[in-house]
């Protein structure tokens, strides 16, 4: 492995590209060299903040013209597949802002090109580099929480209505990424019933339920349409429940000892369950920018050849999802098989 720092190229500073450039910049193993975007005025916006790094307009001139290790693209969805390809026909390491695609089977060309390429693919789901959801994962793998049974999360808000993508493209991608990485499944079909209350064809508020092969079910509200700002996981296992609560400062975690079980003599028949009452535990994690830790993450995979946790498979499961929950709702709410592997 090369001690150099990975040359980096970045592709869109509107709203999100910011952070990322942020990030690149300030991690001593990464080299930022040239920005692109097509607006002059987030060019200037940059050159500003950044005066050592060179910008252009032109895609394929940076492809072309600068020595690069690696691209991090931050554009809008619609434009993820036709860069992500670009940057992987160059031969350059690609990272790619969620989702990765707005088709499963661009997703598929993407990883495929990619394996053929033998460059890192990562998508840019932020939440599988969040500490408390790191710290989630581990406790259920720990036993502590018994078996899952179900989960049911909530992304809610008031505004920013989009009219590109509805609310669960924007905002569920990191719900579905969620649920697939603490669980380590993939659901086997999914129902979902949502409205477009705003922009006609444009759902602004979805329900969407995931059914995995073990038997757990997760349900995953999305809403544009909302009084609160909500970023809230419950997960309910045999043992104890757990609530993460991304919107509180600190107590972001708080597990309840409490469940429904028979009592220890009971009887074969005839014999209520009874609820149990137990304390609530509110653990302390050490917490750290997850996009800090995703950004290094995309660099030492760069580096070592390691498969990124996110990886172009992962972005792939999440848009299959994503399709599958679109395919429902348009059913009026019927179950959707999601695909197999690639």
């Known amino acids: 492995m090369s001690d150099a720092p990975v040359r980096v190229g970045t592709v869109g500073f509107g709203y999100w590209g910011p952070n990322l450039v942020r990030n690149v910049d300030r991690l001593g193993d990464a080299q930022l060299v040239v ?5 002059e005025a987030n060019l200037a916006k940059l050159k500003g903040l950044y005066p050592s790094v060179e910008t252009t307009t032109d895609l394929d001139a940076m492809l072309a013209d600068y020595d690069l290790d690696a691209v991090v693209v931050a554009t809008s969805a619609p434009s993820h597949y036709v860069i992500a390809s670009k940057v992987i026909a160059a031969g350059k390491h690609c990272f790619v802002e969620k989702p990765l695609t707005l088709t499963s089977a661009e997703s598929e060309a993407l990883v495929r090109m990619a394996d053929a390429a033998n460059v890192t693919l990562m998508v840019g789901h932020l939440m599988e580099y969040h500490s408390a959801i790191n710290w989630i994962k581990d406790y259920i793998a720990s036993g502590d929480l018994g078996d899952v049974l179900y989960v049911y999360m909530q992304r809610l808000n008031l505004g920013k209505v989009r009219t590109e993508e509805n609310a ?3 905002l569920a991608p990191h719900d579905v ?3 697939l990485y603490i669980l380590g499944e993939t659901p086997d079909y999914v129902s979902a019933n949502g409205a477009a209350y705003v922009t006609p064809g444009v759902h602004d508020t979805v329900f969407a339920n ?8 997760a349900n995953i509200h999305v809403s544009w349409l909302d ?3 909500v970023r809230k996981l419950t997960v309910v296992g045999t043992k104890k429940m757990l609530v993460f609560d991304d919107m509180e400062a600190t107590e972001k975690i708080w597990i309840y000892d409490r ?3 028979a009592p220890e003599n009971a009887m074969a028949y005839g014999e209520d369950l009874t609820l149990r009452f137990g304390d609530i535990h509110v653990p302390w994690i050490q917490m750290s920018e997850p996009l800090a830790i995703e950004v290094q993450h995309f660099l030492d995979c760069c580096k070592t050849g390691e498969t990124p946790r996110s990886d172009g498979r992962d972005g792939l499961r999440v848009v299959r999802v994503l399709e599958a929950v679109d395919e429902s709702m348009a059913a009026g709410g019927a179950p959707v098989e999601t695909s197999v592997e690639v």
């Open 177 to 179: 990424s969620i649920v």
């Open 227 to 229: 009084p609160h700002k």
């Open 168 to 170: 669960f493209w924007s």
């Open 35 to 39: 920005a692109c975007d097509l607006v």
């Open 259 to 261: 469940g429904v079980g």
């Open 210 to 217: 995931l059914h995995f092969p073990s038997g757990k079910m």
